[in-house]
């Protein structure tokens, strides 16, 4: 699939406004239920004990949606960062679901996979249909989205075999103990754990050797959706409108992650973890992103829908105590990739103040902005 044009002429379709109920329910679970049981700041701080739970759950009517991700984020030139970003289950969300997509006669079937680089015009995002062309092992040993993308699950190795028409890759990754968790919630897991890999790119430059530091990435959640096999009605998904996820690896040991997602008129996720191979991982809520600038023209999907991009951020950090941490800068000049739900992913190059060290490297990008 090709990258979609800047067109900010283009014919481009309202996004539907979230029914005032469901938005006001949002926001009421978010600001007194959430706070009450979620547990992610202390379980970021713990050994990663939860491999038995990456299941995929396709027969659940409880766990709605599964997420499976492995993301590269420092590859070298042409190609910048490769990810495998998957959904298994249509998500009942705002900003990730694509109806056009969905699977007849049940939406529920929905799988989709995005993998691309920063490299060519071409990058691979399709749907498919769970219950006839995937191969999901309820044991999560096996992972297939038809013959495009196969995951290898024996935690903590994991084995990635992508076959697209502009490319294929084979990848190794093998997992730490590290883990940060986004939420961690009895309805809603979603977690990253910093891990190793190497592996090939072979596409018509031929055979490039990558390796380096990833993360491994899980999710499961239930929704509304589980309970109707046709789309939910935009009005009536989950209002969240905004979600941005960045990877930055500052040396060849040390992983950041930065994350914001809001929604309802509230901030769901705003975090930053830190991980080290042989150290221990950190989380921190002092967290702060300034959008400095963005893109011109607003991007426009295959369905005319316009979103505003960044073209330069700004991120700080702070510890608990107020002391500055970091702070990230970052310009993004690569191709953004449409497929990562309703949004994009990307790579910048970013300048980082990290203590006494200044940084310089690149980062990938995951943006959805339904709110501009």
Request: glycine fraction near 6%; proline fraction near 5%.
């Amino acid at each position: 699939m090709s990258s979609p044009i800047d067109n900010e002429a283009a014919a481009a379709p309202a996004r539907p406004a979230t029914n005032r109920l469901v938005n006001t329910a949002a926001r009421l679970a978010i600001t007194h239920a959430a706070p009450r049981i979620e547990t992610r700041i202390a379980a970021s701080q713990l050994p990663f004990a939860q491999a038995d739970v990456m299941l995929p759950h396709t027969t659940s009517r409880w766990w709605g949606w599964t997420h499976y991700g492995i993301f590269l984020p420092l590859l070298p030139e042409p190609y910048r960062f490769l990810n495998f970003m998957t959904f298994i289950g249509a998500t009942g969300t705002a900003c990730f679901d694509n109806d056009y997509l969905a699977t007849k006669p049940d939406a529920r079937n929905t799988a989709t996979v995005l993998s691309a680089t920063a490299y060519g015009d071409d990058h691979h995002y399709e749907a498919y249909d769970a219950s006839a062309n995937c191969d999901f092992r309820p044991d999560g040993s096996r992972l297939a989205w038809g013959d495009d993308l196969v995951i290898e699950r024996k935690h903590p190795q994991y084995t990635v075999a992508g076959r697209y028409s502009h490319m294929s890759v084979d990848v190794v990754v093998r997992a730490t103990d590290q883990v940060s968790y986004f939420t961690k919630m009895p309805i809603y897991d979603h977690f990253s754990v910093l891990a190793t890999y190497h592996g090939t790119i072979k596409d018509i430059r031929g055979t490039t050797p990558i390796s380096g530091l990833c993360t491994v990435e899980y999710g499961r959640c239930i929704t509304p959706q589980a309970l109707t096999r046709t789309p939910l009605r935009p009005s009536l998904k989950l209002p969240v409108t905004f979600f941005t996820y960045q990877i930055a690896n500052l040396d060849a040991t040390t992983q950041l992650l930065l994350t914001k997602v809001t929604g309802a008129g509230a901030t769901l996720c705003l975090l930053s973890h830190l991980r080290t191979l042989g150290g221990k991982a950190r989380v921190f809520e002092k967290t702060k992103l300034e959008v400095l600038e963005y893109v011109d023209k607003r991007l426009v999907d295959v369905q005319g829908r316009r979103m505003r991009v960044p073209r330069r951020m700004r991120w700080t950090v702070d510890e608990d105590g107020g002391e500055r941490l970091l702070r990230l800068e970052a310009s993004v000049d690569a191709p953004f990739r449409y497929g990562h739900g309703q949004g994009y992913v990307s790579a910048y190059t970013f300048s980082c103040a990290w203590g006494s060290r200044e940084l310089n490297g690149t980062g990938y990008l995951e943006w959805i902005d339904l709110e501009g």
